[in-house]
């Protein structure tokens, strides 16, 4: 099998739309909250991507195709915005209804991240099911620390696969906290993990 990365600024418009439905998988709150479906994440995905300075913009996106496929995203910004009602204009751009929970998740997420994180973070990285267990998720952290000197990502604590590999490649645990959860469910516990390069 071959693994190639590539930015995300690089992707085709159907390269886009897998890598959304394949961030969907992330987090059981975020984006199903946010987004509604991973079929709908996929349709607003290229719209959000196209926005300048936004978490998703397309440069912020590493890639991992394996023979082709997309097996792997990592979102990694830096200093990024996050406009209110971006995810309403995404849904409205593509003709498709508004999730109730978006208002919600955008509010205690992503402008939640985009106001507090400063420096280089990792907003997310998510490995197919088809392709895990197979090295994919190193490769695209290690190329994405490759020119930094200190970064920082949260993990969910109920996830000792991620906390495992996040470890591996020079993370620590610095704190702990409760993360978002959808309106109505029991806030989740959130490991906030920092790089520095040694």
């Known amino acids: 099998m071959k693994i190639i990365t590539v930015n995300g600024a690089e992707l085709s418009r159907s390269e886009l739309v897998a890598a959304g439905e394949l961030l969907f998988l992330t987090d059981e709150e975020i984006y199903p909250t946010a987004f509604g479906t ?18 998703f913009e397309g440069k912020n996106l590493l890639v991992a195709k394996a023979d082709g496929a997309i097996a792997g995203v990592l979102v ?6 996050w406009a ?21 998740a955008e509010k205690h997420y992503f402008c939640y991240e985009a106001e507090h994180e400063s420096g280089d973070y990792v907003l997310c990285l998510c490995v197919s ?9 190193k ?7 490759s020119d930094k000197t200190e970064a920082t990502l949260e993990c969910l604590r109920s996830n000792p696969a991620a906390m495992a590999l996040y470890e591996a490649c020079g993370f620590v645990n610095i704190a702990e906290y409760d993360g978002y959860s959808a309106p109505g469910k029991p806030c989740v516990a959130v490991c906030k993990m920092l790089y520095k390069l040694q």
């Open 139 to 145: 490769i695209l952290l290690t190329n994405y620390l």
């Open 38 to 55: 991973a079929e709908n994440m996929g349709k607003v995905f290229p719209y959000l991507a196209s926005i300048k300075g936004n978490m």
């Open 84 to 104: 209110p009602g971006t995810v309403e204009k995404a849904f409205t751009a593509c003709g498709l209804p508004v999730p109730s929970g978006a208002a919600d």
């Open 129 to 137: 099911p088809l392709f895990r267990r197979q090295g994919i998720g």
């Open 76 to 81: 990694g910004c830096r200093n990024a915005k």
